[in-house]
């Protein structure tokens, strides 16, 4: 348990599960993408901003309690299906420049999550060795 | 997070919209009659662009307010033992001038490279702030 | 992690004032190494929990300004890691004291 809350300081429960949700939201993406010229598909994506919302209230509980009381990873998305754009006469709602700014937010976003998790690992690393 | 990459999807929307209509311009340069047969001629049309995004407009962005009719007059060809001529011997054919729409898809297009250009530098520059983590 | 740290630090700073080696050459008058110590501690603390708030804003959407994070992020690293160096070196100094024969 001690360890457990050692590894789990500062951002890092945060970050680790930003960084998951942008992994599955690369992956539903990349179905869109894949069927960009497949009649009658319906476009799929996770809701950024429902996801941020949730994680901002599991910080605002964790800010006003004891530390290590709120558990993160229990967060669950569903699948949305957002209909706004051109319905082409193939029954297909798809926008391909939509598609890519959309995957390269996620790309980028994922990096920076990696990034600031990286860091975290490596001043925890840096603690373990005395600075040696 | 990424306004800069929803300002040139936008705006690569809206280019993509203005090069399907020009390519519709194009490609009916010669249509005398309207879908249901009866004599109409083609009319050119265009894309009106304003700003804001296309969902909320309080956002940067460009979208295409509206696509409407050339009002223009209908050049008109002497041409008497043609079945669409009008009582004077008169056809109608389309206002679309084949060299103003090559260069307007050169517009289009060129403005549509520009804004690819932009969100790869914006996506550059925002990986390079991520090295600043040594 | 900072509690165990400063409570290791303030012992070794409450040594050295006894030794009386390093106190009358340089020392800011009214301030103590001791003193200056512990608020170095503080302020890496205090950095450090700038950065967590900042990964934090930055992950949740409440701010877009990714380089600030960086840099808040990389100032707490840095000053950790100072905080750290400047532990070696008092834990150097120190053996280098213990093995002083009288």
Redesign the interface.
């Known amino acids: 348990m001690y360890l457990d809350r ?1 590894f789990n ?3 890092v429960p ?2 680790e599960q ?1 960084a998951q949700f942008t992994d599955a939201r690369a992956n539903l993406l990349g179905e869109d993408i894949a069927n960009v010229s497949t009649p009658n598909f319906i476009q799929k994506d996770f809701s ?2 429902q996801f ?1 919302q949730v ?2 209230q599991k ?1 605002q509980q964790e800010n006003s309690g004891a530390p290590g009381g709120v558990q993160f990873d229990d967060i669950s998305m569903d699948i949305q299906n957002p209909r ?1 754009g051109i319905l082409f006469h193939d029954g297909n709602n798809r ?1 391909m ?2 598609l ?2 959309d995957q ?2 996620n790309a ?2 994922h ?3 990696i ?2 998790l ?3 690992y490596s ?1 925890l690393e ?2 373990i060795r ?3 | 997070m990424f306004e800069i990459l929803d300002m040139g999807a936008s705006a690569l929307t809206a280019q993509r919209i203005r090069m399907d209509t020009i390519a519709g311009n194009i490609a009916n340069i010669n249509t005398l009659r309207d879908a249901s047969g009866k004599p109409n001629p083609y009319r050119r049309r265009f894309v009106v662009f304003a700003p804001g995004q296309a969902g909320n407009e309080s956002q940067p962005g460009v979208h295409v307010k509206s696509i409407q009719l050339d009002q223009s007059p209908l050049p008109k060809r002497y041409d008497p033992g043609n079945p669409d001529a009008d009582k004077d011997g008169y056809v109608s054919y389309p206002n679309v001038d084949l060299s103003i729409e090559f260069v307007n898809a050169l517009e289009a297009s060129r403005a549509y490279e520009a804004n690819v250009t932009m969100m790869d530098t914006a996506k550059s520059m925002f990986n390079s702030s991520l090295r600043l983590l040594g | 992690m900072i509690e165990g740290a400063a409570n290791s630090l303030g012992k070794i700073a409450g040594i050295s004032p006894a030794t009386g080696a390093s106190q009358s050459t340089g020392a800011a008058p009214g301030s103590s190494f001791a003193d200056i110590l512990k608020n170095s501690i503080n302020e890496v603390s205090k950095l450090q929990q700038d950065a967590t708030q900042a990964a934090n804003a930055v992950a949740t959407g409440q701010t877009e300004n990714v380089t600030g994070v960086m840099s808040a992020v990389e100032k707490a690293d840095l000053a950790f890691k100072t905080l750290l160096a400047i532990r070696s070196k008092l834990m150097d100094a120190y053996e280098e004291i213990k093995q002083i024969s009288i």
């Open positions: 050692l300081q500062g951002s945060v970050l930003f950024l901003e941020q994680l901002r910080v706004n926008s420049e939509q890519m700014s390269a937010k980028l976003m990096n920076l999550a990034e600031l990286k860091n975290q001043q840096t603690a005395e600075g040696k």
